[in-house]
T-cell receptor, first 109, second 115 residues
């Protein structure tokens, strides 16, 4: 089976840094993606890790440890517009993505 | 910037009726997908489609569901006899060829309400 675990909610202060963790257990694994979804909106792609290590894209970074079946999304210099749900998503192979249940990020002014 | 479009934005139907949800993927993309999201829950994979055939489907995608690419631009999801539990947001997505399956572009969704 496939399972992904991430916290249901995280709260942080504007301007701060927040880390959203994800652990996974899947029958196959090609890589880990992160998607952002604002209320009422569609998921939008943020990042992808196929190999161990850190990938940086502006204020967002994503990390993967394949041996630990673990990854995280790091958001720096938080802005109010970053308030959204963040989904980790595993590509188990073939042509699909398995999404986690999402982490709702609340940002306080 | 190219985008995935979906119609209608909201569909209300009675239980037992057939519905067709429509999507226009990004023109140079080769892989197409349908996902659903029940309000407040995670995004669930339904089906992927490549080279005019289903390449992968989930256990949710039973005989009630079908997909079609009737022409060079549209991609449709049909639900033959809707049930109350089919009420959800349905997202279409597309991606370039492998290995970029991980980067999928989602449409704005169709909210399906079954009464």
């Amino acid at each position: 089976g496939q399972s992904l675990e991430q916290p249901s909610e995280v709260t942080a202060v504007e301007g701060a840094i927040v880390q959203i963790n994800c652990t996974y257990q899947t029958s196959g694994f090609y890589g880990l993606s992160w998607y952002q979804q604002h209320d009422g909106g569609a998921p939008t792609f943020l990042s992808y890790n196929a190999l161990d290590g850190l990938e940086e894209t502006g204020r967002f970074s994503s990390f993967l440890s394949r041996s630990d079946s673990y990854g995280y999304l790091l958001l720096q210099e938080l802005q109010m517009k970053d308030s959204a749900s963040y989904f980790c998503a595993v590509i188990p192979g073939d042509d699909k993505i398995i999404f986690g249940k999402g982490t709702r990020l609340h940002i306080l002014p | 910037e190219p985008e995935v479009t979906q119609t209608p934005s909201h569909q209300v139907t009675q239980m037992g009726q057939e519905v067709i949800l429509r999507c226009v993927p990004i023109s140079n993309h080769l892989y197409f997908y349908w996902y659903r999201q029940i309000l407040g829950q995670k995004v669930e994979f339904l089906v992927s489609f490549y080279n005019n055939e289903i390449s992968e489907k989930s256990e949710i995608f039973d005989d009630q569901f079908s997909v079609e690419r009737p022409d060079g631009s549209n991609f449709t999801l049909k639900i033959r006899s809707t049930k109350l539990e089919d009420s959800a947001m349905y997202f279409c997505a597309s991606s370039e060829a492998r290995p970029r399956v991980y980067e999928q572009y989602f449409g704005p969704g169709t909210r399906l309400t079954v009464t």
